[in-house]
């Protein structure tokens, strides 16, 4: 069984950053996709990031390419989610999904688990 705690939500103007972090319960957590969903008021969840077990490659969601980065550290069974110049729209419940085969985790049914979620707010 994977347990994903993701912590570093809050509340933030627009145009500042936060940075969220998912901690993986588990072994061979190197081993696991991950990846980074988001789910506004009154919509489906979405795909926001993912990356592979190897961290050879990214993957973003077109609306937060070039200001969202995923990173991984394998020795902290760690995945985290630097968000920069936040905007209104990424207002939402951030969610952190791993999948223990290699995949890109850019659809819920790729995911195996889930966290509980961390809630980002930004302010105009």
């Known amino acids: 069984q994977v347990q994903l705690v993701e912590s570093g939500g809050g509340v933030v103007q627009t145009g500042g950053s936060l940075r969220l972090s998912c901690a993986a319960s588990?072994?061979?957590?190197?081993?696991?996709?991950m990846g980074w969903f988001r789910q506004a008021p009154g919509k489906e969840r979405e795909f926001v990031a993912a990356?592979?077990?190897?961290?050879?490659?990214?993957y973003y969601t077109d609306s937060v390419e070039g200001r969202f980065t995923i990173s991984r550290d394998n020795a902290k069974n760690t995945v985290d989610l630097q968000m920069n110049n936040l905007k209104v729209e990424d207002t939402a419940v951030y969610y952190c999904?791993?999948?223990?085969?290699?995949?890109?985790?850019?659809?819920?049914?790729?995911?195996?688990?889930w966290g509980r979620g961390t809630q980002v707010t930004v302010s105009s």
């Open positions: 999904a791993a999948a223990r085969y290699d995949t890109v985790i850019v659809a819920d049914n790729k995911a195996e688990y």
């Open positions: 588990g072994r061979s957590f190197n081993n696991y996709a």
């Open positions: 990356i592979r077990w190897s961290s050879t490659k990214q």
